[in-house]
């Protein structure tokens, strides 16, 4: 992990991978 990297950024990439993870692989199966 970067260690120039804060806590609130850390959340805050991971909360858009939680988000956008789900939502990309229900495109890619939605659109085959």
Do not use: H, S
Request: glycine content about 16%.
């Amino acid at each position: 992990m970067a260690i120039g990297i804060g806590i609130p950024e850390a959340l805050t990439l991971t909360g858009i991978c939680t988000v956008m993870l789900p939502m990309l692989t229900a495109w890619i199966v939605g659109g085959e």
